[in-house]
């Protein structure tokens, strides 16, 4: 059975940094062609793509945020996690983790983070 | 970026119906094409990828078709539950760019 669940805080400051940890089960990132990627979805808005780290470390990021963004890798605690610097009131969404391989096939509840001072 | 556009944003349609959504890249993505179903509060569902395969579980009400820049997702008769919206999006190439939604209503 394979799970996704994302964690971090639901609320932060303006200016501060997010960092959402993405821990997962059932499957191994260090298989080959399997990735872990971050979408996020403001309330009431469309999904928005944000980074995906594949099995062999390659890290993609979307280029209207890479200034912003981190994706890292723990294969052994099977965990990914996302740093997003300098948080706006604008970044307040749904943050969604999910497993990519053809397409995002298995992703976590969602983390609702709002960005308020 | 590669843009992806979806007509409607929104339908109306009863059950039983036969409905369809097109997908629209702005450049070639060959089959890279996935569809979501997404219901309010939950993530996104998984439905087709890479165009037309559907992923294991989904029901066969549910299909997909094209290549290169127009793209289809094709429910060949409503069910209750299948009232959502939905997302095409592309992985041909990083960012994996998804499409504004369609939002399908009861009639």
């Known amino acids: 059975q394979i799970t996704l669940k994302e964690s971090g805080p639901t609320l932060v400051k303006p200016t501060q940094t997010l960092t959402l940890t993405c821990t997962f089960s059932?499957?191994?990132?260090?298989?080959?062609?399997?990735?872990v990627g971050w979408i996020r979805q403001p309330p009431g808005k469309a999904l928005e793509w944000l980074a995906l780290?594949?099995?062999?470390?390659?890290?993609r990021y979307n280029p209207s945020l890479k200034s912003r963004l981190a994706i890292t890798k723990d294969t052994s605690k099977n965990q990914v996690v996302l740093t997003m610097t300098n948080m706006d009131p604008v970044d307040t969404a749904t943050y969604f983790c999910a497993r990519y391989r053809w397409g995002y096939d298995y992703w976590g509840q969602g983390t609702l983070v709002t960005v308020s001072s | 970026d590669i843009q992806m556009t979806q007509s409607p944003s929104s339908l109306s349609a009863s059950v039983g119906d036969r409905v369809t959504i097109t997908c629209r890249a702005s450049?070639?993505?060959?089959?890279?094409l996935n569809w979501y179903q997404q219901k309010p509060g939950k993530a996104p569902k998984l439905l087709i990828y890479a165009a037309s395969s559907l992923q294991s579980g989904v029901p066969s009400r549910f299909s997909g078709s094209g290549s290169v820049t127009d793209f289809t997702l094709t429910i060949s008769s409503l069910q209750p539950e299948d009232f959502a919206t939905y997302y095409c999006?592309?992985?041909?190439?990083?960012?994996?760019?998804f499409g504004q939604g369609t939002k399908l209503e009861i009639k």
């Open positions: 999006q592309q992985s041909y190439t990083t960012p994996h760019t």
């Open positions: 059932g499957f191994s990132l260090s298989t080959s062609g399997l990735g």
């Open positions: 450049q070639s993505i060959s089959i890279y």
């Open positions: 780290i594949y099995w062999d470390d390659d890290k």
